[in-house]
């Protein structure tokens, strides 16, 4: 079973920056597409950022010209590098597959939150 652990969440005021990371076990990373995905409360998970192995890239409208996903095969990581965060962006962030996979259980995610 492949495991993810995100980290790097955290309380950051508006406009600030944040950096995810997550560590995936096994070999998904060189075989699938990772995305972040976000949950804020009340609300459906929604993808945020994916990246394939070959580098293709996409974004949530919400999201575009503010967050950058990466990835480093060699070490099982993708990122996301999140800056001018808004209040609307606090939710619990998880890496998984993109699209998720059957048998891709979802890590325990990260907490991100946006307040003055």
């Known amino acids: 079973q492949v495991q993810l652990v995100e980290s790097g969440g955290g309380l950051v005021q508006p406009g600030g920056s944040l950096r995810l990371s997550c560590a995936a076990s096994g070999s998904i990373f060189r075989i699938y597409a990772m995305g972040w995905y976000r949950q804020a409360p009340g609300k459906q998970r929604e993808l945020v950022a994916s990246?394939?192995?070959?580098?293709?890239?996409n974004y949530a409208d919400s999201v575009k010209g503010r967050f950058t996903i990466s990835r480093d095969n060699a070490k099982n990581t993708v990122y996301l590098q999140m800056n001018s965060l808004r209040p609307e962006d606090t939710a619990v962030y998880y890496c998984?597959?993109?699209?998720?996979?059957?048998?891709?259980?979802w890590g325990q995610g990260t907490q991100v939150t946006v307040s003055s």
């Open positions: 990246i394939t192995t070959g580098g293709n890239i």
């Open positions: 998984n597959t993109a699209p998720k996979r059957p048998g891709m259980y």
